[in-house]
């Protein structure tokens, strides 16, 4: 008799007891992405701050994903008031200057900040070897499906996100996601813009 | 002694005077919101549009505070995504559209009550099955009570 009670009592306890202990198991915090795999929106946005190099872009250029077609794009969305990005500012700037010639894009973008403050920072930060950019109204932030700063978005040579990481960006990610990216070709008909090619001076032969 | 009406009056309007310089100071001496409404969307005058954005807006979680919905919560982001909801209404979408958009960027997450679809119509469902299980183990409790209250005394 007791033993029949005891089972009826498993059968409805012990679901119970798993499903919460499977959900002891997961970060509230962390929220799953739907972008990376997909299309990566669009976005044309202004220059703020100009970077440096061959990556220089003068100030009120427009950036538009658009004229990056066959390239990899990463896109980091940051803030001054953000304590994070500076863990991951050195890193960023670096790893942008050594891939560059690779033809690789680096673009901040400044999230719910003025570009005066992002200016001043980046200065007190001692510089930033790729242009910035300043999102009105962080419609592109929200496009992104952003919650938080730092996020970084890695766009392949198709135009598809192909990983979000969230939280500082280490040397050893951007480096694998970046080299893995490159190691994929281009698809047919998306091949680098013209005015893009044109403003990387990396010195060609030509035929 | 009584007041004359006209000396009631301008005691009244005298108050009201200083109540409207006081809101305005309030206003005036709140720089930090001023700045941040006018960033953020504007508000539209159409109350048709605002009710279906309270509506919308009401059924969307904001990705900052997350316990909240993007119209309860005061953070930034919430509110300029609310400006995309209204935006998007106003431009004709429908708030499905609209909920859907959010779904794109952000997945089901977003959605403060998850549709009742798939494992999701365990949350929906369960209560139900333990209200059941439940009535069931009280209606039979009853009946036992009740047929044997003489074996029951000092039992519970």
């Known amino acids: ?207 | 002694m009584t007041m004359r009406p006209q000396s009631v009056t301008r005691d009244w309007l005298r108050r009201g005077s200083v109540i409207a310089v006081l809101v305005a100071g309030g206003l005036l001496g709140a720089p930090g919101r001023g700045v941040a409404q006018e960033k953020s969307a504007p508000v539209s005058n159409d109350p048709v549009l605002e009710e279906k954005t309270r509506q919308v807006a009401s059924e969307l979680r904001c990705p900052v505070c997350q316990g909240n919905s993007l119209q309860d919560s005061p953070s930034e982001l919430a509110q300029e995504m609310k400006g995309v909801v209204r935006d998007q209404l106003a431009s004709g979408k429908t708030p499905e559209q609209v909920k859907q958009y959010f779904i794109d960027k952000y997945g089901e997450w977003i959605l403060l009550e998850p549709k009742a679809t798939g494992f999701n119509l365990v949350v929906y469902l369960l209560p139900l099955a333990m209200v059941g299980v439940g009535g069931v183990v009280i209606w039979r409790a009853v009946k036992k009570w009740t047929a044997a209250p003489e074996g029951m005394e000092g039992g519970g």
């Not at chain 1, 900040?113 to 009105?136: C, F, H, K, L």
Request: proline content about 9%.
């Open chain 1, 1 to 207: 008799m007791n033993w029949k009670r005891a089972a009826a009592a498993s059968i409805v306890a012990v679901p119970i007891v798993v499903l919460l202990g499977y959900g002891m198991t997961r970060d509230p915090k962390e929220i799953p992405s739907p972008l990376p795999g997909r299309e990566a929106p669009p976005f044309s946005l202004a220059v703020f701050a100009e970077g440096h190099g061959i990556q220089h872009r003068a100030t009120g250029d427009s950036i538009r994903l658009a004229d990056h077609r066959g390239e990899v794009v990463v896109l980091n969305f940051w803030a001054s008031w953000c304590l994070a990005c500076r863990d991951e500012h050195s890193t960023l700037s670096m790893v942008a200057e050594s891939y560059a010639p690779k033809g690789v894009k680096f673009y901040g973008v400044l999230y719910n900040d003025v570009p005066e403050n992002g200016t001043r920072w980046i200065a007190e930060m001692g510089g930033q070897s790729y242009p910035s950019v300043q999102d009105p109204r962080t419609r592109t932030a929200i496009d992104y499906g952003l919650y938080g700063v730092p996020e970084t978005f890695f766009i392949g040579r198709d135009g598809r996100v192909a990983y979000k990481h969230v939280g500082p960006v280490t040397a050893t990610v951007l480096a694998s996601k970046l080299d893995s990216l490159l190691a994929l070709p281009a698809p047919p008909g998306m091949h680098p813009a013209a005015d893009s090619v044109k403003s990387v001076t990396v010195p060609t032969t030509g035929e």
